[in-house]
């Protein structure tokens, strides 16, 4: 089991420039996620789906677009670069352990694509 | 929305000793609250997690508390390592039993350092 995969590591961007960041998982999870991390600031939502074919906002959706075509793949898309989206970003997977009780969920990271946008 | 605050933000202790990183939120309907440890380079990996069916839960050294009344959410780390070093999140969200994914709330993070 590989778990999460993200793709590139590294990227260095002019402003205006797109690009695609991928991940992806191979442990059948519904529910992926992704997360920017600034310095200071944690980690913040971006876009998160809840299956093949959906997706939603998180708390900082603008400037990027998702998709989920095939269960395991999730992209994170930035149609024109600006130097606000430099950042460090990190995909999740995860699926929600129903109980009887209050359920529990375990998000599981990539190691995380770091983008500079000059 | 929910709204996550996390303290201090760095703490050095010496290897041996305790360390506690506290958490509050402002959501009543938080249900759901993990923990999570960000070596250097590395994506964040949850190391504990409470519900807010208990108060306390322990993993060999690391134990969590909860105080749903108060608000706030604690990590206790004891007899600490030099490996413990890293930074580390709490989240809150509300979790329920349906298809809808959770949006965990992070808190702005607390870089540790054990000392020898």
């Known amino acids: 089991n590989a778990g999460v995969t993200q793709t590139p590591k590294f990227r260095v961007l002019k402003t205006g420039q797109s690009m695609t960041l991928l991940c992806a998982q191979d442990?059948?999870?519904?529910?992926m996620y992704w997360y920017r991390q600034d310095p200071g600031m944690g980690l913040r939502l971006i876009h998160y789906?809840?299956?093949?074919?959906?997706?939603a906002k998180g708390e900082v959706p603008d400037g990027y677009n998702v998709s989920r075509l095939k269960k395991q793949n999730f992209l994170l898309g930035l149609e024109s670069a600006a130097p606000s989206q430099t950042s460090v970003y990190f995909c999740?997977?995860?699926?929600?352990?129903?109980?009887?009780?209050?359920?529990?969920?375990?998000?599981?990271f990539g190691p995380g694509t770091r983008l500079l946008v000059l | 929305g929910e709204n996550v605050e996390q303290h201090p933000s760095t703490l050095s202790v010496q290897e041996g000793d305790s360390a506690v990183i506290k958490c509050t939120y402002s959501?009543?309907?938080?249900?759901?609250f993990p923990w999570y440890k960000q070596e250097l380079g590395k994506g964040p990996q949850l190391i504990i997690d409470?519900?807010?069916?208990?108060g306390e839960k322990k993993d060999q050294r690391i134990a969590v508390t909860l105080n749903k009344t108060a608000k706030h959410f604690s990590l206790h780390i004891t007899e600490t390592q030099p490996e413990d070093s890293a930074v580390y999140f709490c989240?809150?969200?509300?979790?329920?039993?349906?298809?809808?994914?959770?949006?965990?709330?992070f808190g702005t993070g607390t870089r540790l350092q054990v000392t020898l």
């Open positions: 999740a997977s995860s699926h929600l352990q129903r109980t009887s009780g209050t359920p529990r969920e375990t998000q599981y």
């Open positions: 442990m059948n999870h519904e529910y």
């Open positions: 789906s809840v299956g093949e074919g959906t997706t």
């Open positions: 959501d009543s309907a938080s249900n759901y």
């Open positions: 409470i519900r807010s069916n208990v």
């Open positions: 989240a809150a969200t509300p979790l329920i039993n349906t298809g809808t994914a959770s949006k965990l709330t």
